[in-house]
């Protein structure tokens, strides 16, 4: 007798919690005792876990059982920029999309009651295509002409944060967890500008750097 399966399963939310903690296929089968290739049918969408397997799964990874029972609605496409450390791997970048993902979808939600400021960033900016051509003068035109477009000529940003926020940035923190990375920074499809930075700084000030370094790719 077969035996029931869970309707509405979303295999995208299992492959996003699994990259969330940083698991593998073979170390989530070793800790629920589902086989590594049914768990590959489940994140690939060739099947849907047994009851008994969806039990065990929300009972490992702790998710809410509605999580894996709702299509995901994110409109990252993973091209993010990343400030890293060399020695980062791929599965800490995986954790980070999985945060990305989830922010994305948050800040829609909220959008139904919220009007998010339009992204706000000067249309007149010189680029340049050559690392090479981008010099210690051309970085300081470039601030000196954000900081007009966003009045603050001649005094210092009191919060970026803020100023970041009130400029249509989505600023979020989070993941004290990943030390390898210091921040990353991504449009979403819609260009909404997204800045996601790390906890667990030593000071505000190197806090603050990152806000500025992030916004400095933009």
Do not use: C
Not at 40 to 61: A, Q, R
Not at 113 to 132: K, S
Not at 181 to 197: A, N, V
């Amino acid at each position: 007798m077969a035996k029931t399966s869970t309707p509405g399963f979303q295999s995208q939310r299992l492959q996003q919690a699994l990259d969330a903690y940083g698991l593998t296929g073979a170390a989530f089968s070793n800790m629920t005792g589902i086989a590594e290739s049914s768990l590959s049918d489940y994140k690939n969408g060739h099947g849907t876990p047994s009851i008994e397997h969806f039990d065990k799964i929300v009972e490992v990874l702790k998710f809410p059982r509605n999580f894996f029972l709702t299509s995901a609605t994110s409109r990252m496409n993973r091209l993010a920029w990343f400030r890293s450390m060399s020695t980062a791997t791929q599965s800490t970048r995986r954790k980070l999309y999985s945060r990305l993902e989830w922010l994305d979808e948050i800040t829609q939600y909220l959008s139904s009651w919220v009007n998010f400021p339009p992204a706000n960033l000067p249309m007149d900016l010189e680029f340049r295509t050559q690392i090479e051509q981008i010099d210690s003068e051309f970085i300081e035109k470039t601030a000196r002409r954000l900081r007009e477009h966003w009045n603050f000529s001649g005094f210092p940003i009191p919060n970026l944060v803020r100023a970041l926020e009130r400029n249509g940035f989505v600023v979020a923190r989070g993941l004290q967890e990943v030390e390898k990375l210091d921040g990353l920074s991504f449009f979403s499809s819609e260009t909404k500008p997204y800045i996601f930075l790390l906890e667990g700084k030593s000071s505000a000030v190197r806090s603050r750097f990152d806000e500025a370094n992030e916004l400095g790719h933009f």
